[in-house]
């Protein structure tokens, strides 16, 4: 039996745990919330994050404490808010076994450096990158815990790492791919939240599909023109961590990131959207992040900038949309 440790039990890191549990495996989730560790061990549930799910498998247990949590695990997984996840690692560098291989579940880009999840795991734990294996694609959680048919891409430089993960985690529900594209798999998990918040936005204002169409295909010409620039395999934008991702999340109230553009887009402020948040929308802190990228490689990026300027400077939705419409480029 393989001992999987899923670190962060919120809404994703649990219903991920449990497809971990129902594929076989022993799962230990570690949480820094004292409640949500009681709850799992005492009541098999996660009211606090997951509160669909009445019962979680037995074979799903939790912890607070870091050792107790990695010291026995054969495989690592970090369901952290991106902007945790390096100090949150720090911290159980000492007690990650030699051996074991680190999943990344996390969408998100490092607003203080600009890097990639990747980059931030593989440095705070100073991992090699063939212990490294990201997982993503279009998984909404609640779906994901109700068992609701879903599959994923892992990626790996080390194809029997990515392989290891996949099989870990497919089981009758739940289905996972592999690919060699780490860049490309992080770079659509992270900038498809940039656009779930401006096709929210422009949802919450009461445009329909057509703009919503229009913002979710020139999202996908940014990602992939910012993700080939680093070297990420083009074909990757057009698979499930992609185009699924996109159509998932941009489609659906269930997403964080979709639901606090649309809160923005009915008038909302910043910091009302933020405390009317089910979770971390990740979208937010990585707007910023994209934008300092592009200007480094190069390349515009006119949804991010013009995103960002709805997040830092609270300009409307029918403004977003006018600066995406003046924006110099011509060929599509
Ligand atoms: N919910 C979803 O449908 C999916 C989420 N993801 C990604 O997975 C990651 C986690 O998402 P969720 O679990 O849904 O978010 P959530 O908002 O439900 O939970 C966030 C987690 O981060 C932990 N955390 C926050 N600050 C921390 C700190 N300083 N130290 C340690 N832990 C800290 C919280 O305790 C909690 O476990 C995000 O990057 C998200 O984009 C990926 C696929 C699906
Ligand atoms: O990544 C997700 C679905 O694949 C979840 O999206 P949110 O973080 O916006 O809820």
């Not at 001992?3 to 649990?14: C, N």
């Not at 990650?96 to 450096?113: D, F, H, T």
């Amino acid at each position: 039996m393989t001992h999987i440790t899923v670190l962060g039990a919120g809404a994703w890191g649990t219903a991920f745990g449990q497809v971990l549990a129902d594929a076989g495996n022993d799962v230990m989730m570690w949480a820094r919330e004292p409640e949500i560790v009681e709850a799992i061990n005492n009541e098999q549930r996660n009211p606090v994050r997951l509160p669909v799910v009445e019962k979680l498998p037995e074979n799903m247990r939790a912890t607070g404490n870091r050792e107790e949590a990695v010291r026995d695990a054969d495989i690592v997984v970090v369901a952290i808010a991106a902007q945790f996840a390096r100090m949150a690692l720090e911290e159980f560098k000492p007690f990650i076994p030699s051996n074991a291989l680190v999943v990344s579940l996390m969408k998100g880009i490092e607003r203080s450096s600009d890097k990639r999840m990747d980059e931030v795991v593989t440095e705070a734990l100073d991992l090699p990158m063939n212990r490294f294996v990201a997982v993503s694609g279009p998984n909404l959680s609640k779906e994901v815990a109700q068992r609701m048919p879903a599959a994923a891409v892992a990626a790996s430089v080390n194809r029997e790492a990515a392989e290891k993960v996949a099989q870990a985690a497919t089981n009758d529900y739940f289905k996972i791919f592999v690919t060699d594209d780490v860049v490309g798999i992080e770079m659509c998990g992270s900038l498809k939240n940039v656009t779930a918040l401006a096709v929210g936005m422009a949802r919450g204002a009461g445009y329909g599909e057509n703009t919503a169409a229009m913002i979710e295909t020139r999202g996908l010409a940014e990602l992939t023109a910012l993700g080939e620039a680093l070297g990420a395999n083009p074909r990757t934008f057009f698979g499930l961590a992609g185009v699924g991702d996109l159509i998932a999340t941009c489609g659906s109230p269930l997403s964080r990131n979709f639901t606090f553009g649309s809160n923005l887009g009915r008038g909302m402020s910043v910091e009302e959207a933020t405390a009317a948040s089910n979770g971390v929308a990740e979208g937010v802190p990585t707007t910023a992040a994209v934008v300092a990228l592009g200007e480094q490689l190069g390349v515009p990026t006119p949804l991010a900038c013009a995103m960002n300027n709805v997040l830092e400077h609270g300009i409307s939705c029918a403004d977003m949309l006018g600066q995406l419409f003046a924006d110099g480029a011509l060929e599509e």
